[in-house]
């Protein structure tokens, strides 16, 4: 059964459970820890809450906006900036330089991270790239972020060779039904 989320909760245990990013909202919020960032920021937040019980000062180092944004218009030659942001007018950018089947994959959004400096012709040839990998069927998994506990688990459920015939809907009636109970992270 899933314990509690409260300020005497193991930090083993909480990791160990699915918890909804409203709930970890929640608990910040009574425990005057910041609401803000994704939710594996929030985890990591209450887990360092959990273990030390202090409120981390800053737990990772914020990037400054921009707040004065470039009216350039955006073109291959686009430099791959540190506070860069995957905006509408970066999609639609993106969407005619590619097609309409452009989306922002984690990967992509990953290169952007990582990748400043370089430009968007570059981006463009690593979307590229990567589609050309899905294409031909490459065998490597997508990578699951750690906090994507239902991804992570319809993936472990249908690799599994007892559940190869699962159908979605049992995969899901399988996850609400279960998602109280700790399971695997090994996917």
């Not at 899933?2 to 709930?23: G, Q, S, V």
């Not at 929640?26 to 209450?46: T, Y």
């Not at 012709?121 to 972020?145: F, L, R, V």
Request: glycine letters at 2%.
């Amino acid at each position: 059964m899933r314990p509690e989320l409260t300020r005497t909760t193991d930090a083993d245990a909480f990791l160990d459970y699915y918890w909804l990013k409203e709930e970890l909202i929640q608990f910040c919020r009574e425990n005057d820890l910041p609401v803000s960032g994704s939710k594996m920021e929030l985890s990591a937040r209450i887990e360092h809450f959990l273990r030390s019980r202090m409120v981390e000062k800053k737990l990772t180092k914020k990037r400054p906006r921009n707040k004065k944004r470039s009216n350039q218009p955006l073109s291959r030659s686009t430099i791959i900036t540190e506070d860069h942001r995957c905006s509408q007018a970066v999609r639609t950018f993106f969407k005619q330089e590619i097609g309409p089947h452009f989306h922002f994959s984690t990967y992509i959004q990953q290169y952007f991270r990582v990748n400043a400096g370089k430009t968007y012709q570059d981006a463009i040839d690593a979307w590229h790239e990567e589609e050309k990998k899905h294409q031909q069927g490459s065998t490597s998994k997508k990578i699951i972020a750690p906090r994507s506990e239902y991804n992570r688990f319809i993936r472990a459920l249908f690799t599994d060779t007892v559940n190869r015939e699962t159908e979605r809907e049992q995969a899901i009636d399988t996850w609400t039904n279960n998602n109280d109970e700790p399971y695997s992270h090994s996917t």
